[in-house]
């Protein structure tokens, strides 16, 4: 018994990594495209943070959810995330890193940026393809301070399957039973009007080149290129702007003590919350194979290397990030789901 | 010599060895393509029966998918007729001037910049399409006389529609016109200057014009060939992506009007694809509408084929 474990150690000894300060680690993921920006930031501060190189690919959250199946990543990233049973089927762990929100950006020639005032009731009606012009009086009673032109309403939308989208969707689902009902949730969906395009910019550039345009994007891309964006009525009755204020008070407001952290951001109840802000979550294999395990470990040292370190860059960059509570609890969550082969957490306090 | 003889016949059985190897591998590889596309497939053919070809629902939403090809068959071959439409006469103009008018000291660059025009990357008329096309569309046609236009008896349909944001079935086929034109009129002006000068002399002898040459000569002449080469370009825009893409408006909806957004097979793959799961219904769904595409395009080279034929024999 003692000799075979010690011919096991003999053999194992050319596999076995070198000390962290000697070598740099390189840790590989797939996934969402909307956290690339800040994994990118992280990845190269993080090399000399803690000796952890990250290369990340943004396939989107579909395509990292494939490629961690099929375990060729450390890691996968998905926008949405994943139900318990698949992640039980696919015996992955799930847990979020920031969150962002989703905006509404309008081109109405006149209007101010975050002037518009609109309520789920209209945006609904406007996605559903109902509200046609934007003198309607619906939207006219809601803006009684501003002139809205006689233009007619162009919705734009992501083609490309997105986590966006998703979010929205969600939100829409979430604030209409009609919506819920018809097109519903999901990354793609079968939207009653409107026109499609490529990726965030494919929808700004809608919105630019078309007066009287209307649709959906991230906050970051449209902070980034001052996009008008507008207000929205939240749960609790009041018309809230797009801003790092009211997108903090969601994530302070939602509940991640839920199993698989999959906490529902979306159209919370609090006074000031931005109603839809979103996590984007990161998925680890919980039985990584004996090759990979030091991966999943510098993985995890690189995440928790971005919750200690990383709020300032994530903010720089318009995502919000988790508060302190929810970074402990997916310490603590690492260090009781991940298990290398002989059973043995690989997260431990010392690894970090 | 005789030994000579030996190793130049072992060459010889070597050489049409590689070649038969070489045709094989072509059939073998096609045939590979379709099957994978196929068995890809199966499980939306399955799921969804014949009613999968001409099914107007695509809906990917998890826990209610549903798929049908039918739009997407629509917006390709819609656009890719409507392309057609627009490239021909063009095409037809620039293989005429090429051949008859242009004095030959023009014909030269004017040849070149038309084949050049083919070998312009299609993510550059993409990005043309959308921001030159799309907004002139947008100001030029629809806001200054859409509403004539809609007016009009009979034909006013093709051009009422609540879209306004430019991208639409008519800048796709506009695109993929242009995409399309040097393939046709290279083809035409080839096949123009294959015919004998002297049968055409004969009809100038005879007093023809220039127009009742074209008409009553060349085109008589090559109408088979002519064709041919409407169907290579009906081809290629069958399976153009990334330009129509750009300019189509990706709408899973039935376009009733010329400036309505629809899709196309291709289109709808290349924004679908990487966010489908593996071996989800959606994923299926998407090999196959590629095998349709296929298909679609397998038919198309088969009947220029079938054209060519009385000229092969």
Known sequence: ?352 | MGERRRIGETGDLVFAGLCRGAGGFVLLLLGAIIVTLFIGGLPAFRAFGVEFVWGLNWDPVEGREEFGAGVAIFGTLVSSILAIIFAVPVAFGIAVFLTELAPPWLRRPVGTAIELLAAIPSIIYGMWGLFVIVPFIQYNIQLAFGEQLAALPLVGFLFQSNNFAGTSLFAASLVLGIMILPFIAATMRDVFSQVPPVYKESAYGLGATRWEVMRGVVIPYTRISVAGGIMLGLGRALGETMAVTFVIGNANRIATSLFDPTNTIASVIAMEFPESLSGSLQQSALLAIGFLLFVISFLVLATSRWLLRPRLK
């Open chain 1, 1 to 352: 018994m003692n000799r075979r474990a010690l011919l096991g150690a003999a053999a194992a000894l050319p596999f076995l990594p070198r000390p962290a300060f000697a070598q740099q680690a390189t840790i590989t993921g797939a996934g969402a495209s909307f956290p690339r920006p800040l994994y990118d930031r992280w990845g190269s501060a993080a090399r000399e943070g803690v000796g952890v190189a990250l290369n990340y690919q943004s396939i989107g959250s579909g395509g990292g959810i494939n490629q961690i199946t099929a375990r060729t990543v450390d890691f996968g990233a998905s926008d949405a995330p994943l139900a318990a049973d698949q992640l039980r089927e696919r015996n992955l762990m799930q847990f979020p890193t920031v969150m962002g929100s989703v905006v509404l950006s309008v081109n109405l020639p006149g209007v101010a940026d975050n002037a518009l005032r609109l309520t789920p009731e209209t945006i609904v009606e406007i996605f559903l393809g109902r509200i046609t012009r934007w003198n309607d009086p619906k939207l006219v009673e809601l803006n009684r301070d501003i002139r809205l032109p006689n233009l007619p309403v162009s919705v734009g939308y992501r083609a490309d399957g997105s986590g966006t989208t998703w979010v929205w969707t969600t939100y829409l689902s979430r604030i209409s039973e009609e919506w819920r009902n018809g097109p519903g949730a999901g990354t793609s969906v079968r939207w009653p009007v409107g026109n499609g395009a490529r990726g965030n910019e494919g929808v700004s550039n809608i919105i630019r080149n078309t007066p009287g345009a209307i649709g959906y994007v991230e906050n970051a891309y449209a902070v980034v290129n001052r996009m008008v964006t507008t207000q929205i009525r939240n749960k609790a009755g009041n018309f809230i702007r797009p801003e790092p204020a009211a997108f903090n008070a969601t994530a302070a407001a939602a509940d991640w003590s839920v199993p698989n952290f999959a906490a529902d951001t979306i159209d919370l109840s609090g006074a000031d919350v931005w109603p839809v802000t979103s996590p984007t979550y990161i998925l680890l294999p919980t039985n990584p194979v004996a090759e990979r395990v030091d991966g999943s470990r510098n993985t995890m040292r690189f995440f928790d290397w971005a919750f200690r370190n990383g709020s300032q860059a994530a903010r720089q960059l318009e995502y919000i990030p988790l508060p302190e509570g929810a970074h402990n609890a997916i310490r603590a969550a690492w260090a009781q789901n991940v298990k290398d082969p002989s059973g043995a957490a690989i997260w431990t306090q010392a690894a970090g």
